[in-house]
């Protein structure tokens, strides 16, 4: 259950960055074909696969992943500054919005479930689908914000910086992954204090809608 559901957030997320970059300007994305929700078109090999099992293999403390960024040339933004910030908050909006959706979801199969018994043991799973998808979409929203590259709050921040400080901070872009990694593996208060509201937006969430819960759905 939690495969199909977390490549499509990640999908989800890539997508959202082409198609605020292509409104703002830039065809990059849409040139390359990557302005789709075709999964084949946003996995990493690497990155969205055999890292992610390589943690799981070693048992490593934390399981980590990504998809493959979307290309985008900030200079073809009609305004370069205001661009930047919008189609780097357009994959943690569109997260947002899947949490919303899938709360949604879970309180309407859980209506259709209580009116047709029979259905239960499948709208169980869809409903066990949607909770996947509450948590994962605020676990990649609220750790994208953190500001690290490559995340996409560091784009932010980036541009929130006065000149010199900004291209400073720029030079860390150049080392990849490696700066999250490290907070990641290091400083895991910092990625904690980020991710504190995701369990608090569940829990709101799930008092709104938890009355429709399945029974064994969790």
């Known amino acids: ?23 703002q300007g830039d065809q990059t994305a849409y040139m390359l074909g990557r302005l789709t929700l075709n999964p084949l078109k946003h996995i990493d090999p690497f990155m969205t696969v055999i890292f992610p099992l390589v ?13 493959k960024p979307v290309p985008v040339n900030p200079r073809n933004y009609r305004n370069y500054r205001k661009g930047d910030i919008i189609v780097s908050l357009a994959g943690i909006a569109t997260n947002l919005g899947l949490f919303v959706i899938s709360a949604i979801g879970f309180a309407v199969v859980g209506l259709i479930g209580q009116g ?3 259905l239960q043991p499948t709208l169980r799973v869809a409903q066990q689908m949607m909770f996947l998808g509450m948590k994962l979409n605020l676990i990649l929203a609220f750790f994208n914000l953190i500001p690290i590259p ?11 910086l006065p000149p010199g400080a900004g291209l400073q901070f720029r030079q860390l872009y150049t080392l990849g992954m490696i700066p999250i990694l490290l907070v990641v593996w290091l400083l895991p208060g910092v990625v904690n204090t980020f991710l504190w509201p995701v369990n608090w937006l569940l ?3 799930f008092r709104l809608v938890g009355g429709f819960q399945i029974p064994g759905a969790s």
Do not use: T
């Not at 490549?7 to 970059?21: D, G, K, N, P």
């Not at 490559?150 to 929130?160: A, C, F, I, N, R």
């Open 116 to 118: 047709i018994v029979e």
């Open 55 to 67: 943690l799981i293999w070693i048992n490593a403390p934390f399981v980590f992943g990504a998809a």
């Open 203 to 205: 829990s709101v969430a």
């Open 150 to 160: 490559p995340l996409d709050g560091s784009h932010v921040l980036k541009q929130l």
């Open 1 to 23: 259950m939690l495969a199909p559901v977390l490549l499509f957030s990640i999908v989800a997320h890539e997508y959202a960055h082409a198609e605020a970059a292509y409104r």
